[in-house]
């Protein structure tokens, strides 16, 4: 009776998932409409970002400190935003740095300047000050026409200048509904944790996600999009979904990534009109035929297990890039291993070729 009462209740989580995803996602060919006219990508790389998130590895996400996990938050941000006219720019605090200024938004631009951020200095010689980095984005956000999204990505610590909440609500004051505050958190303390929200409370068109929500579940990171970037409706563009990494010279997929499969898997069987685009990827190391062939190894093993698991074989494209198409540098063991990938994509079965 025991046995049989499980069973019933994962049944019943499994079709809530569906539900969720099937809901939280509308189909390709709805068009979307922008809340804002500029966002910036606003990065905390203060000392504190230099350690584990929630005092553990994060295995499944490729990362290990909470800026690493931000960065990569940055990333799948990016991956989502629609092709709406906005400006955008990507910046740091703690201490205060531009990696890309204000221009008409470029997804490939952008991914470029999220890359050349800086991950490696010493946690241990840097201040948290946030409230300094609100103060300091102003110039940047008095230079703007209509509305922004000023997209943060912190643990929410601050110990030196002006308090963050402070400092957020005096930007609110002075722009008022021209800017809606949207952050990522990957709080994992106390004071942390009220700040970004009580940040979040500050106005009713600012947006809050746990990080680690942020980067496991897909339908997550659309409806975060949809609370601060765009009205209702998805994204026409093709999907980006999530990437998954295997161990050197290998193919099989590990572990820890099965629970991001399944979570593909709940989205394509929610979404009966879409097809699933598999890119398999190596790093540097090796001659470019034999990459090729370990490329195609890799995408089919994620073809095979999304077989496997009930989805239709015809549905699925699997490809291989070899080393050609690195996102990460590889002359750095981090980023070899970031490029030893399948991309998982999801496409409108009436633009499938």
């Not at 019943?12 to 060919?29: G, K, R, W």
Request: charged share 20%.
């Amino acid at each position: 009776m025991r046995r049989l009462l499980v069973k019933h209740m994962r049944f019943l989580m499994v079709m809530l998932t569906l539900a969720f995803l099937a809901a939280s996602v509308l189909p390709a060919s709805a068009v979307p409409t922008a809340k804002v006219d500029n966002f910036i990508l606003f990065l905390d790389q203060s000392g504190s970002m230099k350690f584990l998130y929630k005092g553990k590895s994060q295995l499944d996400l490729a990362g290990q400190s909470k800026v690493a996990l931000a960065r990569a938050a940055m990333i799948e941000f990016n991956k989502l935003v629609p092709n709406l006219g906005y400006k955008s720019g990507v910046y740091a605090f703690a201490p205060f740095q531009q990696y890309g200024a204000m221009a008409p938004y470029n997804k490939y631009a952008v991914e470029d300047q999220i890359n050349s951020i800086d991950m490696q200095y010493d946690a241990y010689a840097r201040m948290t000050p946030w409230g300094p980095g609100f103060q300091k984005i102003d110039s940047t956000l008095a230079g703007l026409s209509g509305r922004t999204a000023l997209v943060v990505f912190t643990d929410g610590d601050d110990n030196v200048g002006i308090d963050a909440v402070v400092a957020a609500h005096q930007l609110q004051a002075k722009y008022g509904d021209r800017l809606c505050i949207m952050i990522v958190s990957f709080a994992d303390t106390a004071h942390g944790q009220a700040q970004v929200k009580r940040i979040a409370q500050l106005s009713p068109c600012n947006c809050i996600v746990e990080g680690d929500i942020f980067l496991r579940d897909q339908a997550a990171r659309i409806a975060f999009l949809r609370c601060g970037l765009y009205g209702e409706g998805n994204n026409p563009e093709n999907i980006i979904f999530r990437s998954i990494y295997f161990d050197f010279d290998k193919y099989n997929i590990k572990r820890e990534f099965f629970p991001v499969l399944d979570e593909g898997i709940a989205y394509i069987q929610a979404q009966p009109n879409t097809r699933v685009v598999l890119e398999g990827h190596t790093d540097s190391v090796g001659s470019v035929p034999y990459n090729q062939r370990l490329s195609e190894r890799r995408a089919n093993s994620v073809k095979a297990y999304f077989v496997q698991k009930g989805v239709n074989a015809g549905r699925i494209e699997a490809v291989g890039f070899g080393k050609l198409r690195p996102r990460y540098d590889n002359s750095t063991a981090e980023g070899r291993k970031l490029n030893r990938r399948v991309e998982i994509k999801f496409e409108p079965l009436n633009t499938a070729q």
